[in-house]
Every structure is written in structure tokens, then in C-alpha cells.
T-cell receptor, first 112, second 117 residues
């Protein structure tokens, strides 16, 4: 039972345009959400996070939006760059268990 | 910078062998985690540990065990490897010092790609 779902396995975007990666979750006890980026042959690296008490967090070209009522979050990258091409994982923390649940990942390809 | 290292990048073992995957972190983190990554399934938690000699089962602990004798080291053990344990194994750590918003960030090692023949 996947509590965190990334329904798009891949996304292709032109350089300079906006990339929008989506994530849905089912567990209402999730109180903290993170996005990780993973290049081939490397471990995931932390990108940006958001607490459940907020609806937006911005860091440079990256913005995460949280819609608690819809149990949905999204990562916006603007403008997209070829170096952003990677697999992006959405993750959520369960307040009760203090462990993390990850989505299946979305492979983003930014074309020059 | 936080550094999480894993003993091997690639490993090939035979069915029935006992396999040890080692993970070491150098940031004095309390929490350590073992995940496996499979296509279409993302990262699934196998075991985690909040302190030395403590361990908790994750979502898919069957066929695995762990050991945490020292704070910096967390080992994943496959008692009798099977072909369905062929996967990418990722170790991670996280701490509880500094700003509270940093508590959730996990730092990952480069991964070990295990093939069981």
C-alpha cells in the first residue's frame, strides 16, 4: 500500500520552461514533506521541504506547494535547466512513526 | 559536509549466500536507515535504527536483519540471499541537532547495487 504516489513516471520539458512534478498522499498523519533529487549512480540528495503548516516554500528556482485538503503537493522548477535532469522523489514523514515514506519517483528530462 | 559511505558500489552473490552491506556516517547522526530501490516502487524502508543496538522494522523487513553496534555504523544482513533481493540498496542517516526543520532531512550514501544469481 503506497502512501505516497507519484503517478507520472517521467516528464520531458524544454529548457527554460517550467517543470511541474506532482505527488499525492493518503496518510493524514504526514506532517512534513520533502523532495529529493537522484542522479544515476548516486544516492538521493535533499532538494526542498515543506511543513504541513505551510502551503508554499520557495528556494531559488524551486518551489514546493502543499494542498492539504487535496493531499497533494507539487514541485515547480522554473526555469528548467538541462542539469535538472534526474529522478525526483517525493517523501513524507509520518508524525506517529517518525519514519519516511517515498514515492516511486519521476524521471525529469530537460531538453536543451 | 555529511558523508555516508557504503562498503561496495556493486556486489554479485549467489543464492543462499550470507551477504553483509555496511554503511558508515561521519556526522554523529542518531538515526540510520536501509532502503531498497526498485523500478516503479521507489524507495522502500527495510529497517531503521534510532540509537546504538536499537532497530525497528520498516515496510519490508522479511529476509533481512540489521546490526548497529556503533553509532556510526549500520549493517544490513541478508541471511540467505535470494534472487528477489537483487536491487539497489541505499543507506541514509539523519540527526537531531541544529534547527528542528533539519531533523527530517536524510543524507544518503551512493548505494550498493546487489545482484543475486
Amino acid at each position: 500500500d503506497q502512501q505516497v504516489k507519484q503517478n507520472s513516471p517521467s516528464l520531458s520539458v524544454q529548457e527554460g520552461r517550467i517543470s511541474i512534478l506532482n505527488c499525492d498522499y493518503t496518510n493524514s498523519m504526514f506532517d512534513y514533506f520533502l523532495w529529493y533529487k537522484k542522479y544515476p549512480a548516486e544516492g538521493p540528495t535533499f532538494l526542498i521541504s515543506i511543513s504541513s503548516i505551510k502551503d508554499k516554500n520557495e528556494d531559488g528556482r524551486f518551489t514546493v506547494f502543499l494542498n492539504k485538503s487535496a493531499k497533494h503537493l507539487s514541485l515547480h522548477i522554473v526555469p528548467s535547466q538541462p542539469g535538472d535532469s534526474a529522478v525526483y522523489f517525493c517523501a513524507a514523514r509520518d508524525y506517529n512513526n517518525n519514519d519516511m515514506r517515498f514515492g516511486a519517483g519521476t524521471r525529469l528530462t530537460v531538453k536543451p | 559536509d555529511v558523508k555516508v559511505t557504503q562498503s561496495s558500489r556493486y556486489l554479485v552473490k549467489r543464492t543462499g549466500e550470507k551477504v553483509f552491506l555496511e554503511c558508515v556516517q561521519d556526522m554523529d547522526h542518531e538515526n540510520m536507515f536501509w532502503y531498497r530501490q526498485d523500478p516503479g516502487l521507489g524507495l522502500r524502508l527495510i529497517y531503521f535504527s534510532y540509537d546504538v543496538k536499537m532497530k525497528e522494522k520498516g515496510d519490508i523487513p522479511e529476509g533481512y536483519s540489521v546490526s548497529r553496534e556503533k553509532k556510526e555504523r549500520f549493517s544490513l544482513i541478508l541471511e540467505s540471499a535470494s534472487t528477489n533481493q537483487t536491487s539497489m540498496y541505499l543507506c541514509a542517516s539523519s540527526g537531531t541537532s541544529g534547527p528542528i526543520e533539519n531533523y527530517n532531512e536524510q543524507f544518503f550514501g551512493p548505494g550498493t547495487r546487489l545482484t543475486v544469481l
